[in-house]
């Protein structure tokens, strides 16, 4: 299996512009997170999917965050305008539907916002 | 207090010590249990789960989980430079896992 699947590897962009991360899940895994790592936050879970609906998404910082899964295979995250303070490695993971099985994580994208 | 908190780091070891790390919960419905590796610059990736009271032994890992005290360790034996890395525990509850800060671990050759 490819693995979990996120684009792009780095993001720099100036605030005020808008930012969108994308995901892909492993295939079969009913569950899609959205994280954001900072050395001062830890990992934060900002939203999480369930068969493509949003489950809970208590983490989302503000209203310029937001996050989409139109099909099984695709999700982003759009943050819109972005800010410095949105800087931060932000990861996808996906399990299965299995009930508490472990998370598997995309490698990541690092945003910088100057 | 934070809902999932690891011994504070870093910790440094000498290779082929035993590396003992800790981390204790707050909510007593938690129902797994795991602990993710993170290399510099890498996403975490899992390295041992565990889903009920007592040892789990895998290789030179063993995870260890008291429900009662709401605490679960991971015990690194014959440490070995390749495991320096940042070390996360996962407490999980209805599909949702909360993470700790997190523990630096260095082993020195």
């Known amino acids: 299996d490819a693995g979990v699947i996120q684009s792009p590897r780095h993001e720099v962009t100036e605030m005020g512009q808008e930012v969108t991360l994308r995901c892909k899940p492993i295939s079969g895994h009913d569950y899609l997170f959205w994280y954001r790592q900072t050395m001062m936050r830890g990992l934060e879970l900002l939203i999480y999917?369930?068969?493509?609906?949003?489950?809970?998404d208590s983490g989302m910082p503000e209203d310029r965050f937001s996050a989409k899964m139109p099909n099984a295979s695709f999700s982003t995250l759009k943050i819109q305008p972005s800010e410095p303070r949105d800087s931060a490695v932000y990861f996808c993971?996906?399990?299965?539907?299995?009930?508490?099985?472990?998370?598997?994580f995309g490698n990541g994208t690092r945003l910088t916002v100057t | 207090q934070k809902e999932v908190e690891q011994n504070s780091g870093p910790l440094s070891v000498p290779e082929g010590a035993i590396a003992s790390l800790n981390c204790t919960y707050s909510?007593?419905?938690?129902?797994?249990f795991f602990w993710y590796r993170q290399y510099s610059g890498k996403s975490p990736e899992l390295i041992m789960s565990i889903y009920s009271n007592g040892d789990k032994e895998d290789g030179r890992f063993t995870a260890q989980l008291n429900k009662a005290s709401q605490y679960v360790s991971l015990l690194i034996r014959d440490s070995q430079p390749s495991d320096s890395a940042t070390y996360l525990c996962a407490v999980n509850y209805a599909g949702k896992s909360t993470f700790g800060d997190g523990t630096t671990l260095t082993v020195k050759p």
């Open positions: 993971a996906s399990s299965s539907q299995v009930y508490n099985s472990p998370l598997h």
């Open positions: 909510d007593r419905v938690s129902q797994s």
């Open positions: 999917f369930n068969n493509n609906v949003p489950i809970d």
